[in-house]
Nanobody, 121 residues
Framework: QVQVVESGGGLVQAGGSLRLSCAAT????????MGWYRQAPGKQRELVAT???????NYADSVKGRFTISRDNAPNTVYLQMNSLKPEDTAVYYC???????????????WGQGTQVTVSS
């Protein structure tokens, strides 16, 4: 079993910053990539940023230059530094981990429970 846990959401004024953290734990043989997605009320879940095991990154156009995804030396831990936040960034942010399970050596996607980010104008 693999668990994904996010933390760091909250309420912030426009122009402010927040840092989200995510850790994947459990029977993980290896990790292909981890990333952040978000879902605003009435909208579909969308990609925010991803980072591979080789530390290659990918960002949604809407967050380029404002958000930074990074990985810690701790295994399977990823962060999202969000600066210059806008009201339209308000959403539930979900962490995704694409991992190879130790028992089966097969790759699966796992999701966290989500953390609310609210940006007031």
């Amino acid at each position: 079993q693999v668990q994904v846990v996010e933390s760091g959401g909250g309420l912030v004024q426009a122009g402010g910053s927040l840092r989200l953290s995510c850790a994947a734990t459990g029977s993980i043989f290896s990790t292909y990539a981890m990333g952040w997605y978000r879902q605003a009320p009435g909208k579909q879940r969308e990609l925010v940023a991803t980072i591979t095991s080789g530390r290659s990154t990918n960002y949604a156009d809407s967050v380029k230059g404002r958000f930074t995804i990074s990985r810690d030396n701790a295994p399977n831990t990823v962060y999202l530094q969000m600066n210059s936040l806008k009201p339209e960034d308000t959403a539930v942010y979900y962490c995704n981990a694409r991992v190879v399970e130790t028992a089966s050596l097969r790759a699966y996607d796992y999701w966290g429970q989500g953390t609310q980010v609210t940006v007031s104008s």
